[in-house]
């Protein structure tokens, strides 16, 4: 692995389910972000998580739950999935909380 | 609130030269990057400023007023594959990124 994976790299998906999209990256960063893309918007940061054990709510967090037991995993969950979640959703990581952000090729999810 | 505006698309000619402005007002401010994204990939990093003035990198360069709350993108001897999404991000007092829609830039030959 170099940088940073997500699975699955897209997804169709029904109402109701709940989904765990995942993120693992091997440069050993601290500091880790879920985003969702959506046309015509900038991407809007939903959690993060600034060292591992801690995790923060960003912008749109509603419907979405993270954990970070480790330095390297970073799962986003939707519990019941609605078709407002339908988006593109990019992992991120970076050094320290203060420094450039790198991203992970993404994950399309399509509610329906 | 906080704001980022950049213009949703603009054209140029291959060889020739563009920029890309950026307007922001946020709560705060801890550097304000810019970022490339090819359709249907990743962002990725190009660059970093939080003093004032010119950073050059490559055929890239970025500016930043912080008095005014601009910064701008100069691409120099475009090329077909300089085609894509340039996004905005200003980093505010709490660290967290706060995104423009992105600028959609084509090049034709």
């Known amino acids: 692995i170099a940088g940073i994976t997500q699975a699955p790299t897209s997804q169709i998906l029904a109402a109701g389910r709940r989904m765990t999209l995942r993120c693992t990256q091997d440069?050993?960063?601290?500091?880790m972000y879920w985003y969702r893309q959506d046309l015509g918007l900038g991407l809007r940061l939903i959690h993060y998580?600034?060292?591992?054990?801690?995790?923060g709510k960003g912008e749109v967090p509603d419907g979405y739950s993270v954990s970070r037991a480790n330095t390297d995993d970073f799962p986003l969950t939707l519990a019941s999935a609605v078709p407002s979640q339908t988006s593109v959703y990019f992992c991120?990581?970076?050094?320290?909380?203060?420094?450039?952000?790198?991203f992970g090729p993404g994950t399309r999810l399509t509610v329906l | 609130g906080q704001n980022i505006d950049q213009p949703t698309e603009m054209t140029a000619t291959e060889g020739a030269i563009v920029q890309i402005n950026c307007t922001y007002q946020?709560?705060?401010?801890?550097?304000l990057f810019w970022y490339q994204q090819h359709a249907g990939e990743a962002p990725t990093f190009l660059s970093y400023?939080?003093l004032d003035g010119l950073e050059e990198k490559g055929r890239f360069s970025s500016f930043l007023s912080r008095s005014k709350g601009y910064s701008y993108l100069l691409l120099k001897e475009l090329q077909m594959k300089d085609s894509a999404s340039y996004l905005c991000?200003?980093?505010?007092?709490?660290?967290?990124?706060?995104w423009g829609a992105g600028t959609k830039l084509i090049i034709k030959p």
């Open positions: 400023n939080v």
């Open positions: 991120a990581s970076s050094e320290a909380a203060t420094d450039t952000q790198y």
């Open positions: 998580s600034n060292t591992a054990g801690t995790t």
């Open positions: 440069m050993r960063h601290n500091a």
């Open positions: 946020t709560s705060g401010f801890n550097g």
């Open positions: 991000a200003v980093m505010d007092s709490n660290y967290q990124l706060i």
